[in-house]
């Protein structure tokens, strides 16, 4: 069992920058590959960006591409998405979830995703 802690969202004005934190409970969290969602009222959860167990490999939705980076910290049991030049439509619930193996763009193939943490960007 893994339970997943997301953290660091909030209100930020369009052009922002914001971090947002995944913290694990599980020593062995380096071997889950990770991809953050997000979901805003009304719309299916989406896939924002996902990176491998070795951090080695990224992907990134063509909505955030070039402006987010996914990155990890295995001793920390952390992974962090990094999301600049924020906008209105960036608004939603933003979730960690963890798998086994490869990473997955989409978020009922994830075995752990957290409470998710809210991201709401004002024009």
């Known amino acids: 069992q893994v339970q997943l802690v997301e953290s660091g969202g909030g209100l930020v004005q369009a052009g922002d920058s914001l971090t947002l934190s995944c913290t694990a409970s599980?020593?062995?969290?380096?071997?889950?590959?990770v991809g953050w969602f997000r979901q805003a009222p009304g719309k299916d959860r989406e896939i924002v960006a996902a990176i491998s167990w070795s951090d080695k490999s990224t992907y990134y939705a063509d909505s955030v591409k070039g402006r987010s980076t996914i990155s990890r910290d295995n001793a920390e049991k952390t992974v962090y998405l990094q999301m600049n030049s924020l906008k209105s439509e960036d608004t939603a619930v933003y979730y960690c979830e963890a798998r086994i193996g490869g990473y997955s763009t989409t978020w009922v193939t994830y075995d752990y995703w957290g409470q998710g943490t809210q991201v709401t960007v004002s024009s």
């Open positions: 599980r020593r062995t969290f380096g071997a889950y590959a």
